[in-house]
């Protein structure tokens, strides 16, 4: 009965701000790695952030010094706040999890949120 909830995606002008929160039950996310993923028509699944249970994280390199990921453990939620997005952010990002020490790879993650849509336009 694992369950991802995203929320906090919508539409945004370049260079604007979004945060966005993956609420988790059925597990402890203290346990977990914490990615976050998005998906357009050219990149299936891409690896944008991830947070593992020691609060480590790795970022893709188009976004280091825009994105920040972060979690709450007591309240079993991780969010990914966007400053200074660009158009080419557009798309639909999802959190997933996963029992791993380390790593950001779509493929290595069993449990998937239902994905929140960001499209960044003037």
């Known amino acids: 009965q694992v369950q991802l909830v995203e929320s906090g995606g919508g539409l945004v002008q370049p260079g604007g701000s979004l945060r966005l929160a993956c609420t988790a039950s059925?597990?402890?996310?203290?346990?977990?790695?914490i990615g976050w993923f998005r998906h357009t028509p050219e990149k299936w699944r891409e690896g944008v952030s991830c947070?593992?249970?020691?609060?480590?994280?790795y970022y893709i390199d188009s976004v280091k010094g825009r994105f920040t990921i972060s979690r709450d453990n007591s309240n079993n939620t991780a969010y990914l706040l966007m400053n200074t997005l660009r158009p080419e952010d557009t798309a639909v990002y999802y959190c997933?999890?996963?029992?791993?020490?380390?790593?950001?790879?779509?493929?290595?993650?069993?449990?998937w949120g239902q994905g929140t849509q960001v499209t960044v336009s003037s």
């Open positions: 997933a999890t996963e029992k791993l020490p380390y790593g950001c790879t779509s493929g290595a993650f069993r449990f």
């Open positions: 947070i593992h249970s020691d609060a480590s994280a």
């Open positions: 059925g597990l402890i996310l203290d346990d977990y790695t």
